[in-house]
């Protein structure tokens, strides 16, 4: 409608019908061909996220031009064992595993211990995991709420889709544009990484992986994508843990 309305005469309501009543692809198409990006700014999505790491939300909240809520580690306590995202090259190397497994037995001790010391002193609540949250890992799992508008997710798709991209945002973001698909696949039928609709702008950086990722993202074009990445793990002995196998785009 907001599109419609820059280059109609009619008033609102009269446009509102006509659109209700007419099928709007085409026009959409057009849109999207030309670049007349700002009516789809109107189109807003909202994505409740579970299962990623601080270090991945770290990299999401990056992205300015939305809206987020995170599950807060002052209010929620982590006495009872934090989950853990567990990368896949530590998870694939039995050593590192048993090393990466014992750390965060200890970071559990360490927060824990701080919390008791700080409830004998009368600290309790917020105030103790305030400042016993200071020891939890990067890993430490979290959930969170974010709202993008259409013309920002696809800014967002073009740089964390991309293989330069660390696996595990690069994972999320690839659930979130098949998921975007769904509900508006004009919009986002050629998103995906830069290097799927231009010269790949990481440059000397580049992945080397271009013909791969359109060979991909061309699949999903048309529709034809089964990859989806379970992203659950075992769980370990204290905290659960949580975290992908073998997704689709981890080196
Ligand atoms: C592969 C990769 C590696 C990265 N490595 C690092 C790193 O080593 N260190 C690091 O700090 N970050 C790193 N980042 C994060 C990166 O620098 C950006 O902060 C992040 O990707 C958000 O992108 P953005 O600023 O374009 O987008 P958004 O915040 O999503 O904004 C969208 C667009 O709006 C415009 N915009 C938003 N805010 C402003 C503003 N204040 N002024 C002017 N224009 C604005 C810009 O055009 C921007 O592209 C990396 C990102 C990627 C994808």
């Not at 005469?9 to 198409?29: A, C, G, M, Y």
């Not at 700002?38 to 601080?54: D, K, L, Q």
């Not at 698909?181 to 290097?195: D, L």
Request: proline share 4%; aromatic share 10%.
């Amino acid at each position: 409608m907001a599109a419609r309305l820059c280059y109609s005469p009619s008033d609102i309501w009269s446009l509102r019908e006509k659109i209700e009543t007419k099928d709007q692809r085409e026009f959409v198409e057009k849109l999207m061909k030309i670049g007349h990006m700002s009516p789809i700014e109107h189109a807003s999505f909202t994505f409740a996220v579970e299962g990623i790491s601080r270090a991945c939300s770290h990299q999401l909240v990056r992205h300015r031009l939305a809206s987020y809520s995170q599950q807060s580690q002052r209010y929620v306590s982590e006495e009872t064992g934090f989950d853990y995202i567990i990368p896949p090259t530590i998870r694939g190397d039995k050593e590192l595993m048993t090393f990466y497994e014992k750390f965060m037995d200890e970071a559990q001790q360490a927060y824990n211990h701080i919390v008791k010391k700080l409830n004998e002193k009368g600290k309790k609540g917020e105030i103790a995991n305030q400042d016993a949250r200071f020891v939890l890992p990067n890993a430490t799992e979290t959930k969170i709420m974010l709202t993008m508008n259409a013309r920002e997710l696809l800014h967002f798709f073009r740089q964390r889709c991309c293989f330069r991209a660390q696996w595990e945002i690069r994972e999320m973001a690839h659930q979130m544009l098949l998921l975007v698909k769904t509900v508006a696949p004009i919009i986002f039928e050629k998103s995906g990484p830069a290097c799927v609709n231009e010269p790949c702008p990481e440059r000397v950086m580049y992945c080397g992986k271009a013909r791969e990722i359109k060979r991909i993202y061309g699949r999903f074009v048309k529709g034809k994508n089964k990859a989806v990445n379970k992203g659950t793990g075992g769980s370990a002995k204290k905290s659960k843990v949580l975290g992908s196998q073998k997704g689709l785009f981890q080196e």
